[in-house]
């Protein structure tokens, strides 16, 4: 059971981690991308999308398989839905603090969090479904 759990949550943050560096990349490169001189994702940025993600990924894991548990059927996905709208609200409210400051390069923190969260959770479904 051990060592169950352990893949789990280090799949799990593992696939999100680089799921969201990718989308978090892309939307902050992407409005820049006509420039001569594109500006480069910042190593501060990478840390700050990493360590949003170690805050939220593991009690969201936590709760969703709590829910499959000790849920009846019928509620696992608005249970896991519920779950993922308070990771992005909290994932948007860490970003937003970030955002007042120009050098982060943060200019929508809840666009940012939905759609990192959106092709994270996204990816997670397809791997589940992949491993039935």
Known sequence: MRIYLTEMFAVSLLLTVVTELAVVHILLWLPERHLKRRRRLNLRTVLLAVLVNILTNPPAVLLCWLGRMYLPSALHFPAQIAVEAAVVATEAYVYSCF??????????????????????????????????
Do not use: D, F, T, Y
């Open 99 to 132: 955002a007042v400051k120009p050098e982060w390069g943060i200019k929508q923190p809840v666009l940012l969090s939905c759609v990192a969260n959106g092709c994270s959770w996204l990816l997670g479904m397809i791997v589940m479904a992949l491993q039935r």
